[in-house]
């Protein structure tokens, strides 16, 4: 090993604290489940919406989220961020300044004159993007002539139609579906307290597509064309069309309502569905209605003083990777509690219902979702990994689930795209210029294949012994090696960002016998080295996922990326490098005194530049699964990694 090895024993008992505190935070049931955190945005809209509903005001949840709202304002730039120490972001500060509004804050308290003040310096309220323009005309506290139109009809649309639900990502259909409706009969909010906020305004006119810097010119002068004319022909679309589109709308919403795990198992759906029924005039006992908010009740993270409102539950993912890290372990309680974990992952596979996905490639149904439950959504990030784990396990469970592993394996290579890469909930959904559409400002409405979500199924494939030669594997690292960015690493779409998708990749090459000498693998192996931070560990900030692709952006060393940084290593030869010796120690280093590893930034991605997760379970079970594999290959004095993660 490295002469900088850490000492054996206090390896030993680094990994013995940390594996009892993960343990000790398992569910009776087996699973696992952390909190997973988002920005200001989605607890403000919460207290937006129950008063859109003209709800009873419940003074002490309201409270705690204004105090949460209140810590989380940023003393560099007086607005609200997207992450942890990050940039003014005004759409986030707008909502959240409304929310406290709407809470009793008095607008001239220190904390929303500083607010409000540097909204009027970035724009004002005309600046904020196009959905955050809907929340505002929702309430009558914005004009609905500043949002882009996108009439109910589109539901019609033909297959071939350019602009069709389809074509979208699964999270863009669940969030527009219902707000296809809001939009169409613009129903202005109860709002018992009848606040609004034009101290935020300037005045000053912004263009439709003012934020969305990832267009293209020649389609944004052809969508806001298009829209104008749009705008122009409203009221006159044929009322038996517009009265059997909405009906569409509510039974496409209706089908996909997920009982209490809500709409797409996302807030943005989950509340624009709440508020399609309530517009509609469902009853608040009627069922669909009642379950829709009740989903949204089950996102809150309520504590003796704080409280916010998540943007959906990970328990699938979190069960999944902690089980990995059990198995790596291997003790006796470690394999017992991966063995629980198993055992409820299990049931949850998705084996009867044909979610969309059939819609552009039909495939038997054999994955896992993200959540409790999203049968119409099931990703293939999850079931690779769930597949991996009951795979790894056995040894330890014999042939208990070799038919859940065949199923999840035949769903998850049936949605290879058309280019080799893989995505995360459908095939070939790829057509870009949907992305320059005016109410797709975020640059986040589609599903293409990405670095992580290849990488994690080509790890799959080969740890179920997949020879790289045969078509499918052709493509999919073939895929790879044309992704790779021109320094060697790999972007990471669903973690930040560079050292997520190195990590990622490198895990499948390594276990696809991929080994260091490949040019591909060389190059990321010295790009992951030369980003390692003089204290020995890895970080990485959001800013990484700027629109310029300038690349890895250095930040603070953290729990989680360090994790991966030392795995990708592991997996391709260099368990006895200093880098990865460096890195454990680090991890060694900042264990915390309950045994596991706290981290406040964030390192998980939701939409590259305008949304991401603070996950509470990464900075707890991936240091510790890095921490076992590295004394793992060391007592077996290998020096590539064994599985596919």
Known sequence: MSQTAPDRALLDATIARASQSLLSEQREDGHWVYELEADATIPSEYVLLR??????????????????????????????????????????????????????????????????????????????????????????????????????????????????????????????????????????????????????????????????????????????????????????????????????????????????????????????????????GYAPDHPHRAIARESVERLLVVKEDEAYCQPCVSPVWDTALAAHAMLEVGSEEALAGADRALDWLGPRQILDTAGDWVEQRYVRPGGWAFQYNNDHYPDLDDTAVVVMAMDRASGLRGDKDAQAIARGVEWTVGLQSKDGGFAAFDADNDKLYLNNLPFADHGALLDPPTADVSARVVSMLAQMGEPVDSPRMKAALGWLEKEQEKEGSWFGRWGVNHVYGTWSVLCALGRAGIGRDHPMVARAVEWLKTVQNADGGWGESCDSYALDRKGHESFVSNASQTAWATLGLMAVGEAKSEAVARGIAWLIANQAGDGLWGQEHYTGGGFPRVFYLRYHGYPRYFPLWALARYRNMAQANVEQAQWGM
């Open 51 to 280: 008063h859109f509903l003209g709800e009873p005001v419940d003074e002490e949840l309201e409270g705690k989220i204004g105090r949460y709202l209140r810590r989380i304002q940023s003393d560099a730039h007086d607005g609200w961020p997207l992450y942890h120490e990050g940039g003014f972001d005004i759409s986030a500060t707008v909502k959240a300044y409304y929310a406290l509004k709407m809470i009793g804050d008095d607008v001239d308290a220190p904390h929303m004159a500083r607010a409000r003040a540097a909204i009027l310096k970035a724009g004002g309220a005309e600046a904020v993007n196009v959905f955050t323009r809907i929340q505002l005309a929702l309430f009558g506290a914005g004009p609905w002539d500043a949002v882009p139109t996108i009439p109910p009809e589109l539901i019609l649309a033909p297959r071939w139609f350019p602009v069709h639900l389809l074509k979208m990502s699964y999270w863009a259909r669940t969030v527009v579906v219902p707000l296809l409706v809001l939009c169409a009969l613009k129903p202005v909010a109860r709002n018992p307290k009848q606040v609004f906020v034009p101290e935020l305004y300037t005045g000053v006119t912004r263009k439709l597509t003012s934020q969305a810097d990832h267009v293209h010119a020649v389609w944004k002068n052809g969508f806001e064309a298009l829209d104008w004319g749009l705008k122009r022909f409203e009221g006159r679309w044929p009322k038996a069309m517009r009265t059997r589109a909405i009906r569409l709308c509510e039974e496409w919403v209706v089908e996909r309502l997920n009982g209490v795990d809500g709409l797409g198992a996302i807030y943005p759906a989950m509340a624009n569905s709440v508020m399609m029924f309530d517009v509609l």
